[in-house]
């Protein structure tokens, strides 16, 4: 039914407008009693064997929703009933900005893709965290932080620490993006000195706190062969608990959409199905390469069963979805789930 009559209808305004409006409807569709429960019962899967634990965490099932969704913590109560595993907000930045300017996120129907370049559009962790401590859900919840982009690159470590430090009591795990391409110059900071330094930084601070909590990082597809072997190293020197694999690209050789409108949206990341064979090969290499030494969360081009059994062969643990869930809608969670168990995953 979304496929043949939401989506359409849905498809013919602004990407960023729907976004916002169909997190309103949710939002008051929940204050209505028994719309939480039906929506359970509607779209999610219990099953012991879709159980993982990973990271020290545990998931009733390993798929989950990629930071990006919902940056700013307003809507994963709401979410959680819609069969995740697990919730990552963000990315969440120490001060809140704007983002860049509109428009900013648009839709390729031709490659089932979107292209993004928000650059970090939130209120602040601050904000974020006064959601949190409304928390109902028991789904895991996983911080996804950066930097602001008035910090210049020098400074960054300050901006990750302090968000790190906010959001320490509130969230399961935490994710450091510094693969983003939408804000200026952030990229730099995953060649491996500044990586190491940053990285050492949140964990020393982590082993100061009574309870540990884990640190992934999350890296871009576009990375060379050298740096992926950087990432294994410093994942090694710095002992932080794993990789997701991987944010949006700024490749756009695979595009099936025309020159001209690729040429007219301009610059951004892009997510979907012409990420989905890079992902995989990036999550195969660091998995094969380290003899599999520290877990992989696969995102990109995850649409169906078959791309989470591909990414959880290739050597994730759990996987993420985003774009995925904009083009298959609600029921999208639910039908990966019964895929996996159908392949005894």
């Given at each position: 039914?979304?496929?043949?009559?939401?989506?359409?209808?849905?498809?013919?305004?602004?990407?960023?407008?729907?976004?916002?409006?169909?997190f309103?409807?949710?939002?008051?569709?929940?204050?209505?009693?028994?719309?939480a429960l039906l929506t359970r019962l509607l779209y999610t899967v219990k099953h012991p064997k879709l159980k993982r634990t990973v990271f020290g965490l545990d998931f009733d099932n390993p798929v989950g929703l990629a930071a990006g969704f919902d940056k700013e913590a307003k809507l994963f109560n709401e979410?959680?009933?819609?069969?995740?595993?697990?919730?990552?907000?963000?990315?969440?930045?120490?001060?809140?900005?704007?983002?860049?300017?509109?428009?900013?996120?648009?839709?390729?129907?031709?490659?089932n893709a979107l292209i993004n370049r928000m650059g970090f559009n939130n209120e602040g962790v601050e904000a974020a965290v006064k959601r949190l401590r409304k928390r109902k859900t028991k789904v895991v919840i996983g911080g996804n932080i950066g930097k602001n982009k008035d910090t210049p690159n020098q400074e960054a470590n300050n901006d990750y620490y302090k968000a790190f430090h906010a959001?320490?009591?509130?969230?399961?795990y935490f994710v450091v993006n510094v693969s983003s391409p939408n804000t200026p110059n952030l990229r730099e900071l995953q060649d491996k000195k500044p990586l190491t330094a940053l990285l050492q930084i949140l964990k020393d601070e982590m082993l100061t706190k009574p309870q540990s909590k884990p640190i992934l990082l999350k890296i871009a597809p576009d990375l060379t062969i050298e740096q992926l072997d950087d990432i294994i190293t410093i994942i090694d020197e710095v002992q932080i608990e794993g990789v997701i694999a991987t944010n949006t690209s700024i490749d756009r050789s695979k595009l099936s959409?025309?020159?001209?409108i690729i040429t007219t949206i301009g610059a951004g990341g892009l997510s979907g199905k012409p990420v989905k064979n890079r992902s995989t090969?990036?999550?195969?290499?660091?998995?094969?390469?380290?003899?599999?030494?520290?877990?992989?969360?696969g995102v990109g081009g995850i649409y169906t069963a078959k791309d989470a059994i591909e990414k959880l062969n290739a050597?994730?643990?759990?996987?993420?979805?985003?774009?995925?869930?904009?083009?298959?809608?609600?029921?999208?969670?639910?039908?990966?789930?019964?895929?996996l168990l159908k392949a005894d995953l």
């Open positions: 039914m979304y496929k043949a009559i939401f989506r359409p209808i849905l498809f013919c305004f602004d990407p960023e407008k729907v976004h916002h409006f169909v309103n409807t949710l939002k008051l569709l929940h204050l209505i009693p028994g719309i979410l959680a009933n819609f069969g995740f595993g697990f919730i990552e907000i963000g990315t969440l930045t120490p001060k809140g900005q704007l983002g860049n300017d509109k428009p900013r996120l648009f839709r390729l129907p031709q490659d959001l320490y009591d509130f969230v399961d959409s025309s020159e001209k090969q990036v999550i195969a290499y660091l998995h094969q390469k380290s003899n599999g030494a520290f877990p992989i969360v050597g994730a643990s759990l996987v993420q979805v985003y774009t995925g869930f904009v083009y298959e809608g609600p029921a999208m969670v639910k039908k990966i789930c019964k895929g």
